[in-house]
């Protein structure tokens, strides 16, 4: 009988191991066809666009022929909304992620706004392009301005970070908040000496996924009044701006083929400074890590 139980076993065991294996090569092929896909997608990039990118390119403002155009306008308007971005986005999405974890009360209510911001990260970005030309551009009045198309990106990626922000400061376990208390230390002092230094690695991960999104977006600007093409740089929060992707977006709805090589040379200018931004935070990140 105990024979006949390992044979039992032995076989349930064996066909979890071959359901394993047909799993693990499932998602190997899965992973293969994704890197697939981004490799040609570089290779295209990189052929045509490389030829094009020069410091000239970088430096000129657009133009209307191809070998003059460059991308200068649209890099230093994605730098400027980017502060702004991160400026409102980060300190209003960590500052709801605290009330929300820390100081709100457990009941229908909090859990009923939890969800819907959740359910915020989800939804469309031409939705808050939207509600940005309602609020910023209409009813507070600030226009077709850096100003309004920042604020709007601003509520695009809250919800990201208010989610990822709440993650973080539920990880940091509840011995060392308790530890704190037994201290002496009031609620605030536990939250910024102990929480806040504890979750920014997490809260860092999230702002950087959130502001990868908010540069590579477009159709939010469209609507909000980004220019396809200016010749002078944002002079304040209030003056005519246009960013990387509305100018790659113009360039590559152009009929002649150059066109196609100098929107080529952009994207890879956008991803040079993505990878920039990514590298910053997740230096932040890993010497905040260190220190914990």
């Known amino acids: 009988m105990l024979g006949q139980n390992e044979q039992n076993i032995r076989k349930r065991m064996e066909g979890r191991v071959a359901f394993n294996k047909v799993l ?22 990189l052929t045509q666009g490389i030829g094009y990118l020069s410091l000239d ?6 133009a209307p022929y191809p070998e003059e155009a460059g991308i200068y306008a649209g890099l230093i308007g994605s730098v400027f909304l980017m502060i702004i971005v ?37 939804v469309p970005s031409i939705v808050f392009g939207l509600l940005g030309l309602t609020f910023f551009v209409y009813m507070f009045n600030f226009g077709y301005t850096l100003i309004a198309g920042g604020l709007t990106m601003a ?33 605030w002092q536990t939250i910024a ?17 959130a502001l990868s999104r908010a540069i590579g977006e477009t159709a939010p600007l469209i609507i909000v009044g980004a220019a396809t ?13 246009t960013v990387m992707p509305i100018q790659i977006y113009n360039w590559t709805g152009r ?3 150059e066109w196609q090589y100098v929107a080529g040379a952009g994207i890879i200018v956008l991803l040079a400074v993505l990878l920039l931004m990514n590298s910053i935070a997740v230096l932040i990140r890993n010497k905040y890590q260190r220190r914990l």
């Open 24 to 45: 693990m090569v499932l998602f190997g092929m899965a992973t293969a066809v994704g890197l697939v896909f981004l490799v040609l997608l570089f290779y295209r990039v």
């Open 57 to 62: 390119y970088i430096l000129n403002f657009p």
């Open 86 to 122: 991160a400026i409102f986005a980060v300190i209003i999405g960590v500052a709801t992620a605290i009330y929300l974890e820390e100081y709100a009360p457990k009941n229908k209510f909090t859990d009923f706004i939890r969800v819907n911001i959740q359910n915020l990260a989800g």
């Open 155 to 187: 509520l695009l990626i809250l919800p990201v970070i208010v989610v990822a922000a709440q993650e973080a400061v539920r990880s940091v376990p509840a011995e060392i908040k308790e530890a704190s208390y037994g201290m002496g230390a009031s609620k």
């Open 193 to 209: 000496r102990v929480i806040l230094p504890a979750a920014i690695p997490g809260i860092l991960t999230g702002a950087i996924i």
């Open 229 to 241: 093409a200016i010749y002078t740089l944002p002079e304040s929060l209030l003056a005519k701006y």
């Open 255 to 257: 009929p002649q083929e």
